[in-house]
């Protein structure tokens, strides 16, 4: 019982079993109390009291004394008999004698004008607490109450931890990056604390959204600047080293190494960051990923034979998406370009292709060394492998956005071999019509 | 003669001079309006176009240029837009650069797009006829039916690729050679926009009597269907 949900429901029940159990505990004191009392009636314990209420009152005062007894002691009869045997109501004279009426000695009691009666108290019903004393047996009647103060609990437990748990839900997309998750309206238009929880939460969200909009507003923008002064700056190093003797040729070539670098993370960054733009309107055309991928696959083997490195088909299958041909090319060939740069020493990149349920299913896999288990959620985030020379390090996080604009998903998990594998999804044609595109672009 | 739009003029004077450096003589212009003026005036043999201009962007100088000349194009795109370079193509460029570019990859790419037109002048002079189509290669003319049909040089060598090799599958490396005068680069989609763009222009496919057939991941193959 680890969870909030079980912890609840289940203090919920103990609170109650012990309140019940205390209940319990207390009526049978009480009621045992009472039946003691009870017992140690005896009929002497009367005769004073009827005495005085006779001789102050006379048979009207007894008759209203013993009215008054019957309502104190239910289960006790007391009768009158005068000289004659008459009773003093004309009663039939029953039930049980009281323990304590040893030897049938019966107290007199006499009134004013001289009249006495035999007083007999008797007892009619009995007072031992049994079975029947209660509606139902007790056990039956506590399982009652625990089984259903025990669904009661659930659903009360239920209600206080699912907006906790939609919450979490919320959460986890934005961890996984997906920072346009809004929480459910549900959860928002509660007017509790929990309500107020996820409005806080979802303001968090935006101010965030916000935050790192203008974090990659600032990129985009300084990256463009740069466009211009790295075109000039590219062509002064070229018409230097046109001019310039053999000596300085070396310093050239680094020059123009550096500034090619640059030029390549600008490039990235702008194509990045195009596609993070709200609500980008994203070409919708049929797309037969089968010719797609083979393709790639054709394209990227220039460069990968160039690093000594193949790449093989695996399994294909016939597979048309609904979406834009360029972002989904892009998708896939930035995988791939990851997968050579990292495939070991004459490695072997394989690719698979197939359909799950109503999503197809790409999964490029290297022979590398993988990737530190931590950090494999990591690698589609901006710059998380920008160490390398090859680009910005951007590659698998413009994968990823442009797989997130078809309505797909992407996803990395070392092999057990050794190895990456990336596994890109994209819902078939007619399931991307419903979500996907739509609802990200009208978020 | 090279004519370079470019509304960066620091720039265009820096390649003005690196171009010389190079034996290419070039002119400049800052605007859609001065290329046109000029292209009126002076013999260009090639414009080195960027995409973006201030007033009438790239893409319209392009549609505009044309209308009246078959000068190869080259264009100047934004790096990081895939769509603008496919645009590009597709309105009739020939071969395509990403900015910021590298001077030696421009000159080279200028050296390609002679050595085709040299290529196509010495090539054969007689008129190729298959079916329907009829091309002269000295006016870079095609008919379809009859019907005379636009192309731009790049397009022009494509399909007289594939012609001339019909029934033979041509690879995608091949055709790029034949069509841009350079190699295949690594994604590189430029053949593919031109292959799109003649499937578009003379209405080839399945039904009709020509049909560029694609051969996944390996090239192209021109088919008749001819009685």
């Known amino acids: 019982m680890t969870s909030l949900f079980g912890r609840l429901w289940l203090s919920y029940l103990v609170v109650i079993a012990l309140t019940l159990g205390a209940a319990a505990a207390i009526g049978f004191g009480v009621a045992v109390n009472r039946a003691r009392s009870v017992n140690e009636l005896t009929p002497i314990s009367f005769a004073r009291p009827a005495q005085m209420a006779l001789a102050t009152g006379g048979t009207d005062g007894l008759l209203r004394w013993l009215v008054e007894q019957r309502h104190r002691h239910p289960e006790l009869q007391l009768y ?84 906790i748990e939609q919450l979490r839900t919320g959460v986890r997309t934005i961890a996984a990056g997906d920072i346009r998750t809004r929480l459910a309206p549900a959860l928002l ?110 394209d990227a083997h220039i460069e990968a034979s160039e690093a000594r490195k193949s790449i093989q088909i695996v399994s294909s299958c016939r597979a048309e998406v609904q979406g834009d041909v360029v972002l989904l090319r892009s998708a896939i060939e930035n995988v791939l370009r990851n997968a050579i740069r990292f495939a070991s020493k004459n490695g072997r990149i394989e690719l698979r292709m197939g359909s799950v ?32 020379s090859n680009g910005a390090g951007l590659g698998l996080a413009i994968a990823r956005r442009a797989v997130l604009l078809h309505g797909g998903d992407i996803r990395a998990a070392n092999r057990p071999g050794g190895g990456l594998s990336v596994q890109i999804e994209v819902p078939l044609a007619s399931a991307h019509e419903a979500g996907g595109v739509g609802s990200l672009a009208g978020a | 003669m090279i004519l370079v739009v470019d509304d960066d003029v620091e720039l265009t004077q820096m390649l003005q001079r690196f171009l010389a450096g190079e034996g290419l003589s070039a002119i400049q212009a800052g605007t859609g309006g001065e290329a046109l003026r000029l292209l009126a005036q002076r013999a260009v043999d090639l414009i080195v176009l960027d995409v973006m201009l201030p007033g009438i962007d790239g893409f319209e100088v392009l549609r505009q240029v044309r209308e009246r000349y078959d000068t190869p194009i080259l264009m100047l795109t934004a790096r990081g837009d895939d769509t603008d370079r496919i645009l590009g193509l597709e309105s009739g460029a020939d071969d395509y ?37 009829t091309m002269d290669p000295t006016r870079l003319g095609v008919l379809m039916n009859g019907e005379p049909i636009r192309l731009t040089t790049a397009e022009f060598m494509v399909l007289e690729a594939l012609v001339s090799a019909a029934g033979k599958m041509q690879t995608r490396a091949r055709l790029t050679e034949v069509a841009l005068g350079r190699p295949l680069e690594a994604y590189d989609r430029s053949i593919d926009t031109h292959v799109s763009n003649l499937r578009r222009k003379l209405r080839l496919g399945p039904d009709a009597l020509l049909e560029i057939r694609s051969i996944r991941g390996a090239g192209y193959l021109l088919t008749a269907h001819l009685s």
Do not use: W
């Open chain 1, 80 to 163: 009158f008999v005068d000289q004659s045997g008459r009773e003093l109501m004309s009663r039939q004279i029953g039930g049980r004698e009281l323990p304590g009426t040893n030897g049938g000695v019966e107290p007199v009691v006499t009134a004013r004008n001289g009249s006495s009666y035999r007083m007999i108290v008797r007892r009619t019903q009995n007072f031992a607490i049994t079975v029947g004393d209660f509606l139902l047996a007790p056990e039956v009647l506590i399982g009652i109450v625990l089984a259903i103060s025990g669904v009661g609990c659930a659903v009360l437990a239920r209600f206080l931890t699912r907006p």
């Open chain 2, 97 to 133: 650069l990403s900015k910021p570019f590298n001077p030696r990859e421009l000159v080279a790419r200028i050296g390609a797009i002679f050595r085709r037109m040299e290529r196509r002048e010495a090539a054969s002079r007689l008129p190729i006829q298959l079916g329907p189509l």
């Open chain 1, 357 to 388: 349920g109503g999503l197809i299913r790409i999964e490029v896999d290297d022979d590398g060394p993988g990737i530190a288990d931590q950090d494999v959620g990591k690698i589609f985030m901006p710059f998380f492998r920008g160490e390398a």
């Open chain 1, 189 to 298: 238009r509660r007017r509790d604390e929990l309500g107020s929880l996820a409005r806080d939460f979802g303001r968090m969200i935006e101010s965030l959204e916000a935050m790192i909009a203008s974090k990659e507003e600032l990129l985009r923008d300084v990256s463009h600047e740069l466009r211009s002064p790295l075109t000039r700056l590219r062509l002064a190093a070229s018409l230097a080293k046109q001019e310039a003797n053999a000596a300085s040729e070396s310093e050239f070539e680094t020059i123009e190494r550096e500034v090619e670098r640059i030029d390549r993370m600008v490039g990235e960054i702008l194509r990045y960051s195009r596609l993070s733009e709200h609500g980008p309107p994203i070409g919708s055309q049929a797309v037969d990923l089968t010719e797609l991928l083979e393709e790639v696959v054709a």
